[in-house]
Nanobody, 124 residues
Framework: QVQLVESGGGLVQAGGSLRLSCAASGRTFSIATMGWFRQAPGKAREFVAAISRSGGSTYYEDAAKGRFTISRDNALNTVYLQMNSLKPEDTAVYYC?????????????????WGQGTQVTVSS
């Protein structure tokens, strides 16, 4: 099993920045792709970004391109999501996910492990 714990959420004004972290523990050697998803109030959970095992490949949802950056530090078993130029519509609970497959995907069902989420609130 793999455990994922997110941190770094909070309240920020529009135009501000936050960096989310997700620390993995347990059978981390089984993890390949890592991803971030988010769920706004009253909406379905949606894909934000994914990163390959080596960190050399990334994949972003259109609204995240140019504003968000996903990265990982395999020595620390941690994946990050740097979020800049935040907008009120970015308000959501952000979830970290891990996939044993090497395929970068936005498909929620492909991910094997999930964190509990961290709240991000962007005020206007």
């Amino acid at each position: 099993q793999v455990q994922l714990v997110e941190s770094g959420g909070g309240l920020v004004q529009a135009g501000g920045s936050l960096r989310l972290s997700c620390a993995a523990s347990g059978r981390t050697f089984s993890i390949a792709t890592m991803g971030w998803f988010r769920q706004a109030p009253g909406k379905a959970r949606e894909f934000v970004a994914a990163i390959s095992r080596s960190g050399g490949s990334t994949y972003y949802e259109d609204a995240a391109k140019g504003r968000f950056t996903i990265s990982r530090d395999n020595a620390l078993n941690t994946v990050y999501l740097q979020m800049n130029s935040l907008k009120p519509e970015d308000t959501a609970v952000y979830y970290c996910a891990a996939d044993r497959s090497r395929v970068l995907t936005a498909a929620e069902g492909a991910y094997d492990y999930w964190g509990q989420g961290t709240q991000v609130t962007v005020s206007s």
